[in-house]
């Protein structure tokens, strides 16, 4: 079965740091991966996804994350923060090709100090 | 407008009544998904529909009850709510064609008294 961990349910950097949200996973077969990022009051909206193919993915508004295939790991970064980035940021994995549903992290609140 | 939209964005309501959150999406994508967000929780399947007349328990499905007469539509009913169902109901679409990114509503603030 597939599971997400996210470690640290709230991490606070200040604006122009190194943002680094981790995420680990298990599953059975090779999994599809996503970032998922909430404002405040709205809908989650995809940051990145990994599929197949290159292990570095770029994403919306300067962010990236990198599959580990030896570590079970897909850590979300970003090298410099913004006051904007502050919002709940969500891990999910799923069965690869062969599944529509995704599981979630339990999420990472990301605070911007000035 | 395109997209996908959800109603009512806030509801209040009292222990034993029924309640019916709607969800319209308007991509004709094959599935749709009602997810429950709780703080400490992160977001949790209720419910989950692959195509018109076609649905499926998640993981926390007692409670509620689904219908998708439509592609289009994908409503989700408390049939006799309890406070245990005070949470933020998101609904979700997707497709295969999108390697199943899902595309999420609103969120609808449900509050049981």
């Known amino acids: 079965a597939q599971s997400v961990t996210q470690l640290g349910s709230h991490v606070s950097v200040s604006e122009g740091a190194l943002v680094l949200l981790r995420c680990n996973y298990s599953?059975?077969?090779?999994?599809?991966l996503f970032w998922y990022v909430q404002y405040p009051n709205q809908g989650l909206q995809l940051l990145l996804k990994?599929?197949?193919?290159?292990?570095l993915v770029k994403g919306i508004n300067g962010f990236e994350a990198e599959f580990k295939k030896s570590e079970t790991s897909f850590h979300l970064t970003k090298p410099s923060a913004h006051m904007s980035d502050a919002a709940e940021y969500f891990c999910?994995?799923?069965?690869?090709?062969?599944?529509?549903?995704?599981?979630f992290g339990s999420g990472t609140r990301l605070s911007i100090r000035p | 407008d395109a997209g996908i939209t959800q109603s009512p964005r806030y509801k209040i309501t009292e222990t034993g009544r029924q309640v019916t959150l709607m969800c319209h999406q308007t991509?004709?994508?094959?599935?749709m998904f009602w997810y429950r967000q709780d703080l400490g929780h992160g977001l949790r399947l209720i419910y989950y529909s692959a195509a018109a007349d076609i649905t499926d328990k998640g993981e926390v499905p007692d409670g509620y009850v689904v219908s998708r007469s439509k592609t289009e539509n994908f409503p989700l009913t408390l049939e006799s709510a309890t406070r245990s169902q005070t949470s933020v109901y998101f609904c979700a679409s997707s497709d295969t064609d999108r390697g199943y990114e899902q595309y999420f509503g609103p969120g609808t603030r449900l509050t049981v008294t």
């Open positions: 999910a994995v799923s069965k690869g090709s062969s599944a529509s549903k995704i599981i």
């Open positions: 599953s059975s077969v090779p999994p599809y």
């Open positions: 990994y599929t197949t193919g290159a292990t």
């Open positions: 991509w004709s994508h094959s599935y």
